[in-house]
């Protein structure tokens, strides 16, 4: 007589053959062989898990600290080293607009598949780390960190009266930025507003007459790209006496991905 039970069980191991082939299908179709150009990029996959697919990355790439020191440096964010990526054989290169060259950006495009991001507001950011989760298959995580993200920026109390300041990134010359930035956008969760915002170029140069014109109520001198120190902030209270001068970590400002989990707490210790 046939058994019955032997049929059900084996109903079952095909229905697991099954669904194995299903995830084998949908796995493979992640990519394997990342390399990040971009190091806010870097660092939101590190912390998506994506620890073993991440092949290369750029020399700024500092984020995680205890995890980029083993992975491949292809060069820096431009002037990278064509011969490294070949040997990587990445089936995936995210890059950023801004961030890296346009030309080598192109011509990696002719090669590799390159997922070239634009990012100029706090929204952009948020749609980046969801189309990365679905991009690399960890939505699940990515989900996770957009809560978190979104959760720890309720808690910021914005003032109906936002303290004016000028955001420096540069010297000789001075440049700041305007409203077509993502440090804009920070700044105005962070409960600021640009005195510079209606500039006509993204990252106009500036100068000491223009910032007194203008009296904004803080100016902000960022660690990156250019580092301002303590010298440089004596330096601006000679010649603005009556203004308030913060240095301020750039990196809050200016990058995007899973690094803007930690900015909210420090927004909070500037106001």
């Known amino acids: 007589m046939f058994n019955n039970n032997i049929l059900f069980n084996f109903d079952i191991i095909n ?27 870097t660092e939101l996959l590190f912390d998506l898990g994506l620890d073993e697919q991440i092949k290369g990355i750029t020399k700024y790439c500092i984020h995680p600290k205890n995890k980029v020191q083993n992975k491949t440096i292809i060069g820096g964010t431009e002037n990278i080293d064509f011969n490294i990526i070949d040997t990587v054989n990445p089936n995936l290169i995210f890059a950023n607009k801004e961030e890296n060259s346009k030309e080598e950006v192109q011509k990696l495009s002719e090669k590799y598949k390159c997922n070239v991001s634009d990012i100029k507001s706090f929204n952009d950011a948020i749609e980046l780390i969801f189309d990365i989760g679905q991009i690399t298959g960890t939505q699940e995580n990515a989900n996770s960190l957009i809560k978190q993200i979104v959760e720890k920026f309720k808690t910021l109390n914005i003032c109906l009266f936002p303290k004016t300041v000028a955001y420096i990134i ?44 203008c009296s904004p109520d803080i100016i902000f001198l960022s660690s990156e790209p250019y580092h301002f120190k303590e010298t440089n902030k004596k330096e601006f209270e000679k010649m603005l006496p009556n203004t308030q001068i913060k240095l301020v970590d750039g990196e809050m400002f200016s990058w995007y991905g899973s690094h803007i989990l930690k900015a909210a707490d420090y927004f909070k210790q500037l106001c």
Do not use: Q
Request: hydrophobic share 40%; charged share 30%; glycine share 2%.
């Open 170 to 213: 540069w010297k000789d010359p001075f440049m700041t930025i305007n409203t077509d930035t993502f440090i804009n956008d920070m700044l105005i969760k962070a409960g600021f507003e640009n005195i510079f915002k209606n500039k006509l170029k993204r990252y106009p140069i500036i100068d000491i007459e223009e910032i007194k014109s």
């Open 15 to 41: 229905t697991l053959i099954l669904d194995n082939i299903n995830l084998m299908e949908e796995t493979a179709k992640y990519p394997k062989r990342i390399i990040s150009l971009v190091p806010s990029i």
